[in-house]
């Protein structure tokens, strides 16, 4: 079975490494990372990931119950030294309501080797 993140590898030679510590090589393989995270409800990793300046309580990363993931589209990356946008459309549904389509441009820097989620800014 591929990894939640939409790549046609498995999770363990996937977003596995990412989660057990190594570091993602780019501003993209840890977005991706990230929302395997919230489809597998890892929210010690998505606060490890992100930058400790805009980092949210871990309550409010708490998935809804009855929430689930339907996908991941990148559609487009960009680094530039320390800093990157990925610019994504994750899919999920609540319970019994319509799907969600949140598109997001998510802003990323690497300090010491390691590249932190810092912001987001929603597209319609």
Request: aromatic share 10%; with cysteine; proline share 9%.
């Amino acid at each position: 079975m591929s990894c939640p993140c939409g790549t046609p590898r498995v999770y363990e030679a996937c977003c596995g490494p990412f989660h057990a510590g190594l570091p993602a090589p780019t501003a993209e393989a840890l977005m991706r990372s990230r929302y395997t995270a919230y489809v597998r409800a890892d929210i010690d990793y998505l606060q490890a990931t992100w930058h400790p300046d805009t980092r949210p309580e871990p309550s409010s990363l708490l998935p809804e119950p009855g929430t689930r993931w339907l996908g991941l589209e990148v559609k487009h990356a960009m680094e530039d030294g320390d800093t990157a946008t990925v610019e994504f459309v994750a899919r999920f549904k609540v319970g019994g309501r319509p799907a969600v389509r949140l598109h997001e441009r998510s802003r990323f820097v690497r300090e010491g080797g390691r590249w932190r989620y810092v912001e987001g800014c929603f597209e319609a």
